[in-house]
């Protein structure tokens, strides 16, 4: 059984910081390119912040223009794991964040997964 869980959410002061984690399961997670995207309320989907597979080289890691500078991604394939270490926070960083997972064959998804999200609040 598949599953994506994120975990780390919660409250936060502006200016803080918070580290979301994804735990996967059920699939081979070393094979799937990683991503977080972010839903604020009454708004869509915002891609975040992804992590290639690693497997043609170095690990490659992609940064939305709102968050570089101040968001770190990384990956575990021991632990299936992937984080996302948000620093100085900002209220228009309030959202639900979602941890994604697609196998690629080029531009092609082949498979793709979605956790159920996790609440992030960033708030005086």
């Known amino acids: 059984q598949v599953q994506l869980v994120e975990s780390g959410g919660g409250l936060v002061q502006p200016g803080g910081f918070l580290r979301l984690s994804c735990a996967a399961s059920g699939f081979t997670f070393s094979n799937y390119n990683m991503y977080w995207v972010r839903q604020a309320p009454g708004k869509g989907l915002e891609w975040v912040s992804s992590i290639d597979t690693g497997d043609r080289g170095p690990l490659k890691y992609y940064y939305a223009d709102s968050v570089k500078g101040r968001f770190i991604i990384s990956r575990g394939n021991r632990e299936n794991t992937v984080w996302l270490q948000m620093n100085d926070l900002r209220p228009e960083d309030t959202a639900v964040y979602y941890c994604?997972?697609?196998?690629?064959?080029?531009?092609?998804?082949?498979?793709?997964?979605w956790g159920p999200g996790t609440q992030v609040t960033v708030s005086a």
């Open positions: 994604n997972a697609q196998s690629r064959a080029g531009a092609m998804v082949i498979y793709e997964f």
